[in-house]
Each structure stands twice: as C-alpha cells, then as structure tokens.
C-alpha cells in the first residue's frame, strides 16, 4: 500500500505579526522571496504569501508588490503558490481579493466566517516598536471585526472561481465548518476541499488538544471523503499542533505568519527551520512529505501554467 503523503505548507510573513517582533520576519520582496524559495528547499509543497510595504512593514494588498517576489519563487522553485484573500483583519473584501484577482494563482485562502481577532494581547508581550503603526494596529484590533460575511464569500467565490483558482478554506471554529458545509450543499464550491483548521487565534477556537479533535470529528461528520485536512497552530504550540494532526492523518501549515518561534525561547532564524522541524516530526512518524506535483494530484489543482503569475 503506498504512504499517504503529508502535504507541508509555509506560511511566509502574514499580516498578524509586526517587523519589530522578529528581525527574521520578511518584509521586502527579497526577503520574502529568499524565505520562500528556502521554504520549498526545505519540503514545503505550498507557499501562502502576503505582501508588505517595504519601508514600514505594513500589511499591503497591493498587486505590484506581490509580483516581484512572485516572479522570483515560480523562476526558482515549483510550489505551489497561495495568495491571501485575508489581507489584514482591518482592510476590505474588495482590497484583500486584489492579488489572487491579479494573478489568478493556483491556490487562495478563503476565510470562512466574521470573527474577532485579537491581536491586542501581543502588546503584553512587545514594549519597544520601530513604527508608530504597529502598536496603533495591536490595539485597534480590541474593537475590530473580522468581515466575512456571506455576501463577502460569495464574492470572492464569483470572483476567483472561474479562474480556475481553488481555495484553502481557513476554518477558525466550528461554525465556519457548517459556513462551508452550507455552500458544498448548493454547488458554490466543489470536492476536494482543502480545509486548514486554525487554532490559537483569540476570536477563534483554542489550541487544546480537545479542541483539535472536535474539529476533525466535526469535518469528518459534515464533508466525509470530500476533504483534505490540514491544520496551523498560531504562537507556541505550532510544533505540538503539527504532530497531533499528522499522527490524526492531516496536513500541516508552519510559517512566521503563524508562530515566530524556533523553540522554547528562541526565534526561528527563517521559514525553511520550521518547515525542516515540521518535516522532522512528519517522517519521524514514518510518512512522507508530499511534492508540488503530489499536492497538486491531492488537490486537484490547474497547474501553475495555468496562472497569470
């Protein structure tokens, strides 16, 4: 019987955590394309990417700042490429589809409900901050809501589906899971779902292990065979997340979008060293990493010929 193939995916940068964090955290296209192309050296099969303004670090929708380093990680490796459609918590639908509408990619994030999300506890954590934006954007996020509501997903949906992209749908909890449930019933999205259950987000479900395998009861229950699972596990518990949902037959996701950490006290110096551990923990269990071309097969995805990147 083959091995099932555990699909590794790398989240770069994000739009959570702020440059003055982590002095690892790419900002510039260079940077972020580097850290990319060592994340895919190093086993990830997909790469999600946001952008960021290159002087101050700021969360940045704007197309012609993801099409350098875009063009750089398709010349250098052959992952997979997922554009956000979350953006930043505090921007618009119609801002936060702009790059997947540009480039028409393999892969976009779609998130799955309205939500509080909570950045504002971080500020119990970081004093010191290089731009004025970065504590200013912590401490709105006390009274922001997270807008995805059901016109916004159908719009993105009418928007991207005929291009051909499919959609990493992020579920925080487990009313997002019946969100997407509601629109497989009508023909809105198609199987095989990829469906990255993300704990640890304050607005979210926690990251117990309770809450891990309610989640996957709950997908299983609602999508049976129709799915593929994955999950990220957001701040410290990133590692533990990961081996309990590859023990349970899931997918992973690593990446300083979701944890800056390279162990107890210690900043991961880049993606590819999460991605190396996760790969680590993956084949320790005796599995094996999927290839680009594999994740592709597993997901039923166009190919990235078929992209406008």
């Avoid at 702020?18 to 086993?43: D, H, K, N, R, W």
């Avoid at 101050?56 to 929708?61: A, M, N, T, Y």
């Avoid at 052959?78 to 790059?99: C, F, K, W, Y």
């Avoid at 997270?146 to 009313?175: M, Q, V, W």
Wanted: hydrophobic letters at 40%; glycine letters at 8%; one cysteine or more.
């Amino acid at each position: 019987m083959a091995k099932r193939k555990v699909i590794i995916s790398c989240a770069i940068t994000g739009a959570i955590h702020t440059p003055s964090m982590s002095p690892y955290l790419p900002v510039t296209a260079q940077e972020i394309a580097e850290s990319a192309v060592g994340a895919a050296e190093a086993g990830a099969a997909i790469i999600h990417l946001h952008a960021r303004n290159p002087v101050d670090g700021r969360p940045d929708q704007n197309p012609d700042l993801f099409a350098p380093f875009l063009q750089i990680i398709k010349q250098r490796s052959d992952a997979v490429l997922n554009l956000t459609t979350g953006g930043h918590p505090s921007m618009s639908v119609q801002e936060r589809i702009r790059p997947a509408q540009t480039f028409a990619p393999e892969v976009a994030s779609l998130n799955m409900g309205t939500m509080g999300f909570g950045l504002f506890p971080m500020l119990d954590r970081f004093k010191d901050f290089k731009h004025d934006w970065e504590a200013a954007a912590l401490e709105a996020s006390r009274d922001l809501v997270f807008k995805n509501t059901y016109a916004d997903i159908e719009h993105l949906l009418a928007t991207l589906s005929p291009l051909g992209t499919r959609f990493e749908f992020e579920c925080y909890d487990t009313s997002h899971l019946y969100n997407l449930k509601y629109f497989l019933d009508r023909g809105l999205v198609k199987a095989p779902l990829f469906i990255q259950t993300c704990f640890g987000i304050l607005g979210g479900i926690g990251s117990h292990p309770d809450d891990i395998m309610h989640m996957k009861r709950t997908a299983d229950r609602l999508f049976g065979d129709q799915y593929q699972w994955s999950v990220l596990g957001a701040g410290a518990r990133q590692m533990s997340i990961v081996a309990m949902a590859a023990s349970m037959g899931g997918n992973v996701r690593v990446g300083l979008e979701d944890s800056l950490w390279g162990g107890p006290g210690r900043l991961a110096r880049t993606n590819a060293e999460q991605v190396a551990t996760a790969r680590q923990i993956i084949e320790g269990m005796g599995l094996e990493i999927a290839t680009p071309d594999e994740a592709r097969a597993i997901l039923d995805l166009k190919g990235a010929d078929r992209t406008s990147i």
